[in-house]
């Protein structure tokens, strides 16, 4: 209380200084609102289950596997990026997959088609392309 004193002998407290029990139990805590992210309805119990699921994560006993979603569906449907290049490689890499392994009428129908994809993978890659000149890789800016 003495602290209180000070306070409002300094002009710090404008209004009636508080009580010790508006000090120890504000009115603010008292109210908790339903946007709060620490609400446990199960009462201790589930506050005690949390503390150690935290605490053996940061042990690292358990996993936590974040989801992007309620039901995983956004997760499933997206499609990574790949660039030119990747996608050449990645063909020339099951063209000589499919010269190893599986049936060779088989293999090579899908080597054929590999190759067609590639091929149209380039025509794409090149037909993005920008034409520069040489003169930069001379002067030596």
């Known amino acids: 209380m003495d602290s209180i004193g000070r306070l409002k002998s300094r002009n710090r407290i404008f ?13 603010e805590e008292r109210e908790v609102g339903d946007d709060c992210d620490y609400e446990f309805p199960g009462g201790d119990n589930e506050i005690v289950e949390e503390v150690r699921r ?19 569906d956004e ?15 990645l063909c020339q890499q099951l063209e000589h997959a499919c010269l190893q392994f599986g ?35 001379f002067s030596g800016k």
């Open 75 to 89: 997760a499933e449907n997206v499609t990574p990026e790949y660039t030119f290049t990747q996608v050449f490689t």
């Open 103 to 137: 049936e060779l009428e088989v293999s090579f129908d899908l080597s054929k088609r590999l190759r067609a994809f590639r091929a149209c993978v380039r025509r794409e890659e090149i037909r993005g392309a920008k034409q520069t000149t040489i003169d930069p890789y």
């Open 15 to 27: 209004s009636e200084p508080p009580t010790i029990e508006e000090i120890l139990d504000p009115v």
């Open 54 to 72: 935290q605490m053996a994560i940061e042990r690292g006993d358990i996993m936590e596997v974040d989801s992007d979603s309620e039901d995983g």
